[in-house]
């Protein structure tokens, strides 16, 4: 059995053909040509038709022979394949043993049987010129520029790819030996600056939107990647001026109906008023102008404009230091094309009923149609109806001008007159007679007082008719009002009779708590004196079984009235001679002219003049009408 021992014999050689190279090894290892292998390892090249040949290089082993026993002469031994440092060795089989192989399946290792590429599996022996011709890929970069859709961004892509050089791994000897390539990496060239900045260039990068910090981080990236390395200037878009409108531009829903709150089912509805010196707009910023930007290949993207809005004061409003709208007048807010403006009238084009709810303004309103059952109409200044009014209630600041007829309807212009004409002079009278009757118990005779000043002031007050008619007649007026208006007025009546009326005067100690009554109504009487009354007229056609009441004049252009109230500060004029008063009540302050009053059948009516020097004039009065003028009665 001949083996080749390791690297010690095993030499490389280079000569012009196989025997050259034999004679190199026989005197090299000092043997003869029978222990020596020779492999070609680069067969030698001819050149220029043979005359110039390049010599081949050539591998020599120096064999020995190993002494076995005798038994193992006769065992049948396989042939082996092996590689070592690139090389394959084989090795024949002994004594009829089976033939080495080779599997070449590796796509990046040629193999070359006696000058023949194979692969698959191929038998090999030791006489066969078996060449390995490993491949190689070059190692490359690839540098791309992108640019994104709006051309607002430039991203740079480089690619780092490594080369590779294969080579065979060392494989132990083996019957069935399998090509398996490895390989070593070679770095990929270095990527520059220059040649980044050059590529986007030619893309059409403008150089000073190029961000080289960024540029260079991705160079510095081993194996490359995706950076954005240029961006451009966007557009810095104008902002408009804007204003904040502090009222609704639309009537809506009361919010009182979203709140645990007793509310008039009429009140759904809010009409948006304001009042002189409200701030109904302000302008918070002018407008901003844009500026332009760029991409990053220099085209220029227009900043959209800023827009100036429309802010001006129009009628009923003034602009203050050309930031502010206030309004100058009361009314009904509008903002129309940019203008805002007070509207001191509301028009309602139909009737108030269910649909509209009640109406509180505080300008004019003009109401096309008629008021419905139920419905209140409230406003700071003037009220025209032009149709008719039914169980409803109207009140103005100002003037009140109905077209058609008023039926079960309380109505009041200016101020409610009963307040005014009868409450308020009845409350100063009643503190009159109260502080009179205490003076009077502090100068009592000391008989008079000897079972308690109590029953004295039980006395003087039950027997005072002139206070008990007061009181009485006080009471009677305040109900004709509303409750509203009413209310301070009931307060008082209620704390007199609580307190000195009937049996509860006999717990009188002194005269104090009748003094503390009398200071309580003079504060009172002083509240309802400061109300502020200004001259107001009603202008309407007929009524019935109404509340009127006036701070200026009442006049009937139509029919007359019929079982009303009518409750004038200064005139109450029946136009038509042929006008008719039926029952009901006239109280004027200083003048009162009709056509007929009562009726045929004696119905009661009342008619007063407050003032002593006031006029009283009729075309008929009829049995029943009671007339007085200042103090004098006259019943007819």
Known sequence: MVVPDDAKNRILLKATNIDEAIRKAEKHYKCEKKSLRVYTIKPPVSLLWGTIRKPGVYRIEKLYRKKTEAASASRAIEGTVEIIGGLIKVKDPVNGGRYPSIIVNDPNIDVYINNKKVTGSCVVTEKDWINIVPKSADPAICIDVELSRDKMEAILEIKKIPGRKYFLRDVKACNNLFICGDYKEIPPPAVSLKQCIDKLVNKGVVPEFIQVEEIEALIKLPYGGKSIVAKGIPPVHGINSRIKYYFSRNSYRNPNFYKDKPVDIMDHTIIPTVKAGDVLAEK????????????????????????????????????????????????????????????????????????????????????????????????????????????????????????????????????????????????????????????????????????????????????????????????????????????????????????????????????????????????????????????????????????????????????????????????????????????????????????VIGSIAGITTYCRILDFDGSFGAVRCYPNTVLSVGENVTTY
């Open 284 to 595: 918070l910023i002018s407008a901003i102008p844009g500026k332009n930007g760029s991409t990053v290949t220099g085209e220029s993207i227009k900043a959209r404009p800023a827009k100036e809005l429309v802010f001006k004061a129009g009628k009923g409003t003034i602009l203050l230091d050309d930031i502010r709208i206030v309004a100058t007048i009361p009314g009904r807010p509008v903002l129309e094309k940019g203008v805002v403006s007070v509207a001191p009238v509301l028009t309602i084009p139909g009737d108030v009923d269910a649909d509209t709810g009640n109406i509180r303004f505080d300008g004019d309103v003009i109401i096309r149609g008629s008021v419905r059952e139920g419905l209140k109409v409230v406003a700071g200044r003037d009220i025209i109806i032009g149709g008719s009014c039914y169980h409803a209630t109207i009140r103005a600041g100002g003037n009140i001008n109905v077209y058609g007829k008023i039926i079960n309807c309380n109505i009041s212009a200016g101020a409610d007159m009963i307040i005014h004409m009868f409450v308020t002079p009845a409350v100063k009278n009643i503190s009159n007679i109260l502080s009179s009757i205490a003076d009077e118990l502090d100068s009592a005779h000391p008989k008079r007082t000897e079972h308690g000043i109590g029953h004295v002031a039980y006395i003087l007050i039950n027997e005072n008719k002139k206070l008990r008619k007061l009181v009485e007649d006080m009471e009677n007026m305040l109900y004709l009002i509303e409750d509203e208006e009413a209310g301070l007025g009931f307060d008082i009546i209620n704390k007199i009779k609580n307190q000195l009326f009937g049996a509860n005067a006999l717990h009188i100690r002194s005269s104090d708590l009748i003094r503390e009554i009398c200071a309580y109504l003079d504060e009172n009487e002083a509240l309802l004196r400061k109300r502020h009354i200004i001259s107001t007229n009603i202008t309407l056609e007929y009524c019935e079984n109404s509340l009127i009441q006036s701070s200026g004049s009442i006049t009937v252009m139509g029919r007359g009235s019929y079982r009303s109230k009518l409750i004038a500060n200064k005139h109450i004029l029946l136009r038509k001679a042929d006008s008719v008063v039926i029952g009901g009540i006239l109280i004027a302050g200083k003048t009162i002219k009709a056509g």
